[in-house]
């Protein structure tokens, strides 16, 4: 009896091991790119707008557009943190190359900034000035909140 305990006890631990593996599935590195990203899906606020499918074409390529430029800022802004770390405090120029570094960081920075905002732009140019209306009036999101609640989660 002991054995078959034992037996069945090893095979439920065995199943249940593998059961997990097999949900799992790929997880965000496996994947090949840490950022997921699917032009084909529009974000909520502009789901509920009833886009057109031309409009609908339009947003699809601003955003494969501006995702292929935001990848290639993500491997330049990771050279630079890496470069950073890089750094030897002993060096004797140590403190101008981070005074550098810090520099090209915030220009990016400002970059993406400047990115952000003429995405948008473009978007509100493809709406009708009643999508327009709907937009501004929809409610802003409050990441504060968003940022409490991941982590009472």
């Known amino acids: 009896m002991k054995t078959f305990t034992r037996t069945l006890l090893a095979a439920t631990l065995a199943t249940a091991a593998l059961s997990g593996v097999a949900l799992a599935g790929p997880g965000h590195h496996e994947r090949g790119d840490y950022h997921y990203f699917d032009a084909d899906r529009l974000p909520k606020h502009?789901?509920?707008?009833?886009?057109?499918?031309?409009?609908?074409?339009?947003m699809k390529s601003l955003r494969e557009a501006a995702h292929a430029k935001a990848k290639q800022n993500r491997v330049d802004s990771k050279a630079l943190h890496d470069s950073l770390r890089a750094l030897s405090p002993s060096a004797p120029n140590y403190t101008q190359e981070v005074d550098r570094i810090a520099t090209l960081?915030?220009?990016?920075?400002?970059?993406?900034?400047?990115?952000?905002?003429?995405m948008r732009a473009q978007e509100w140019a493809i709406l009708t000035p009643s999508?327009?209306?709907?937009?501004?009036?929809?409610?802003?999101?409050?990441?504060?909140?968003?940022?409490?609640?991941?982590?009472?989660?």
């Open 105 to 118: 960081m915030g220009q990016e920075h400002a970059e993406r900034i400047r990115a952000r905002a003429a």
């Open 46 to 58: 502009l789901e509920s707008l009833g886009l057109s499918d031309a409009q609908k074409a339009q």
């Open 131 to 153: 999508q327009q209306s709907q937009l501004a009036a929809m409610p802003k999101p409050d990441f504060k909140k968003m940022r409490e609640e991941r982590r009472q989660k």
